[in-house]
């Protein structure tokens, strides 16, 4: 995905993080720690040069809860994916300010995606007030997008 774009799935390849083709998730909300807990690697969603290089220098500061490249500078305007090496994976954004969106809609790359309150992107049914919400759970591009209102 260039420009951190569309949505989570198939992102972008990962040297600290290696994915196998076929990647998994489930609509189980982890903190962050409690993924990183689990021996999950941090990789950066970027396609460009510097994106790519950022790969291995990706990394969490709970002080700050945000994620960070080099000397603690914040990841901006940028897709996180956390994962392991058998493909399981949950997608973060880090928005224009390196705040992980959290309990919010993000409007992105022609998508609309929600954000839990632990920042892990949604996908399948949810449900808000009496109002349910499915998103994309098929891995891949569109993995997270916004579909439709069900009632």
Request: hydrophobic share 35%; glycine share 16%; net charge negative.
């Amino acid at each position: 995905m260039s420009d951190g774009g569309g949505g989570g799935g198939g992102g972008g390849s990962s040297s600290s993080m290696p994915m196998q083709n076929v990647m998994k998730t489930d609509n189980k909300s982890y903190s962050i720690a409690e993924l990183l807990a689990m021996g999950m690697k941090i990789g950066i969603s970027d396609n460009s040069a510097a994106g790519i290089a950022y790969n291995n220098m990706v990394s969490y500061n709970p002080l700050t809860d945000k994620f960070t490249v080099l000397d603690n500078v914040p990841v901006k305007n940028g897709w996180i994916s956390v994962g392991d090496e058998t493909g399981f994976h949950k997608w973060f954004y880090c928005d224009e300010n390196g705040d992980i969106a959290k309990f919010r809609f993000v409007n992105k790359n022609g998508g609309i995606y929600f954000f839990d309150e632990n920042g892990d992107m949604a996908t399948g049914e949810k449900v808000f007030g009496n109002v349910s919400y499915y998103f994309n759970d098929i891995v891949g591009a569109d993995e997270g997008k916004f579909v439709e209102i069900r009632k």
